[in-house]
C-alpha cells in the first residue's frame, strides 16, 4: 500500500505534467474563446498540484532537515505564485477585450516555472553535482524565456495577418 507521502508525489507529479501539457496547448490557440477552457483546466490542476505539494511535505516535515524545509517553503511559496498567474490569465480571458499576449505571458510564467522544476528535479534524481544542477536551471529558464517569446512573436504575427484580410 501506498504512504501517503508517495502517494501525493505522484498526484503532484501527475497534475504539474497535466498543467504542462495544457498549458501548451492553452498558448498555442489563436482566439480567447478556444483559451479559456484550457485555462480554467490549467488553474485547477494548480490547485491540485499545489495541495498535493503540501500534502506531501507536511506529511513528513518534522523528518526533514532545515535547509530542506527551507527549500520546500519556497517551493511552495512560488506554486502559490504561479496560481495567482494562472488566475491572471483567467481574469484577462473573461475580459470582452482580453489581451491574448498577455495570456502567453502569464500561462508561459507557470509553463516555464515547471519546465525549470522538471529539468531541476530530473537532474537531482540523476546526482549532478550542485554547479551542473545550477547550469540546468538556468538554462530552462533560458530554453524556457525563448519559447514564450517565440510564441508571443508568432501570435503577433498571426493577428496582424487576420487583422488585414
Known amino acids: 500500500m501506498l504512504h501517503l507521502h508517495t502517494?501525493?508525489?505522484?498526484l503532484h507529479a501527475i497534475s504539474a505534467i497535466g498543467v504542462f501539457i495544457i498549458g501548451i496547448i492553452c498558448i498555442a490557440q489563436s482566439t480567447i474563446p478556444r483559451q479559456l477552457p484550457l485555462a480554467r483546466a490549467v488553474f485547477v490542476l494548480l490547485i491540485l498540484m499545489v495541495v498535493f505539494l503540501v500534502v506531501a511535505i507536511f506529511s513528513h516535515v518534522s523528518s526533514l532537515p532545515t535547509l530542506?524545509?527551507?527549500?520546500?517553503?519556497?517551493?511552495t511559496i512560488l506554486a502559490v505564485y504561479m496560481l495567482w498567474r494562472a488566475f491572471q490569465a483567467l481574469s484577462i480571458l473573461r475580459e470582452p477585450h482580453g489581451d491574448p499576449v498577455a495570456v502567453i505571458d502569464h500561462i508561459g510564467f507557470v509553463l516555464i516555472s515547471l519546465f525549470d522544476g522538471f529539468a531541476i528535479v530530473s537532474s537531482i534524481d540523476l546526482h549532478a553535482p550542485g554547479w551542473l544542477i545550477a547550469i540546468v536551471a538556468i538554462g530552462a529558464v533560458a530554453v524556457g524565456?525563448?519559447?514564450i517569446n517565440r510564441r508571443k512573436k508568432t501570435f503577433s504575427m498571426q493577428r496582424r495577418i487576420?487583422?488585414?484580410k
Open 145 to 147: 524565456i525563448y519559447a
Open 7 to 10: 502517494l501525493a508525489i505522484v
Open 68 to 75: 530542506t524545509r527551507i527549500i520546500f517553503g519556497g517551493l
Open 162 to 164: 487576420v487583422h488585414q
